[in-house]
């Protein structure tokens, strides 16, 4: 358990991130189309049913998104269903329309993490920005990362870390490579 879950309901807040080769979660212009770019099969990776792949979203109690990930979101036409969905900004927002499992907030991330979300979620999601992951890894929010690697060099955009964190070691625990060329690591931070 984190220091920052005290006796507080056991939650876990995952940063997911899709990255390039060679480190860049989207081009400069935020586009991640890219992402979508058919690649040769990779024989032995493992593919995953429609089923499967409703299963496991229906896990995912909370999703936390940035603001630019958000605009991004409502393009592509809102791919988080009805799960609850928070956005952290600054910015003012007009209210989210109809869906009502949209929420705003600017404050304190710990405070966020500890007192607002893990009361009432277990399976959190970190979808994006890349400032915000950052963010939540300072300050020891995060107890999984999830990198599914994409298999293009991008060359140029936004990273995903830029130097800005300090030294810490985690914990392989899972390995998956895709029919599709994508591998997924997952680690998990060592608490003891």
């Given at each position: 358990?984190s220091?920052?879950?005290?006796?507080?309901?056991?939650?876990?807040?995952?940063l997911?991130?899709?990255?390039?080769?060679?480190?860049f979660?989207?081009?400069?212009d935020?586009?991640?189309?890219w992402m979508?770019t058919?690649g040769?099969?990779y024989?032995?990776?493992v593919?995953i049913?429609?089923?499967e792949?409703?299963?496991?979203?229906k896990?995912?109690?909370?999703?936390?998104?940035g603001?630019?990930?958000?605009?991004?979101?409502?393009?592509?036409?809102?791919?988080?269903?009805?799960?609850?969905?928070?956005?952290?900004?600054s910015?003012?927002?007009?209210?989210a329309?109809?869906?009502?499992?949209?929420?705003?907030?600017?404050g304190?991330?710990?405070?966020l993490v500890d007192?607002?979300?893990?009361?009432?979620?277990?399976n959190?999601?970190?979808?994006?920005?890349?400032?915000?992951s950052?963010?939540?890894?300072?300050?020891g929010?995060?107890?999984?990362?999830?990198?599914?690697?994409?298999?293009?060099l991008?060359g140029a955009?936004?990273?995903?870390?830029d130097?800005?964190l300090k030294?810490?070691r985690?914990?392989?625990?899972?390995?998956?490579?895709?029919?599709n060329?994508?591998?997924?690591?997952?680690?998990?931070?060592?608490?003891?």
């Amino acid at each position: 358990m984190s220091p920052s879950q005290g006796t507080a309901k056991v939650r876990t807040v995952t940063l997911h991130m899709v990255s390039s080769l060679d480190g860049f979660i989207a081009k400069h212009d935020n586009s991640v189309s890219w992402m979508d770019t058919p690649g040769s099969i990779y024989e032995p990776g493992v593919s995953i049913s429609e089923e499967e792949v409703s299963t496991f979203l229906k896990s995912i109690d909370c999703y936390v998104l940035g603001s630019r990930t958000y605009e991004h979101a409502l393009e592509l036409g809102w791919p988080y269903g009805d799960t609850p969905v928070v956005v952290v900004s600054s910015r003012e927002w007009p209210p989210a329309g109809t869906r009502k499992t949209i929420e705003f907030y600017s404050g304190d991330l710990k405070t966020l993490v500890d007192e607002k979300l893990a009361p009432r979620y277990r399976n959190i999601w970190l979808v994006g920005g890349a400032m915000l992951s950052q963010r939540f890894l300072e300050l020891g929010l995060v107890g999984e990362i999830r990198l599914t690697i994409a298999p293009v060099l991008l060359g140029a955009g936004l990273r995903l870390f830029d130097g800005s964190l300090k030294e810490k070691r985690w914990d392989l625990k899972n390995v998956i490579a895709y029919k599709n060329g994508f591998v997924e690591l997952s680690y998990a931070v060592p608490w003891a």
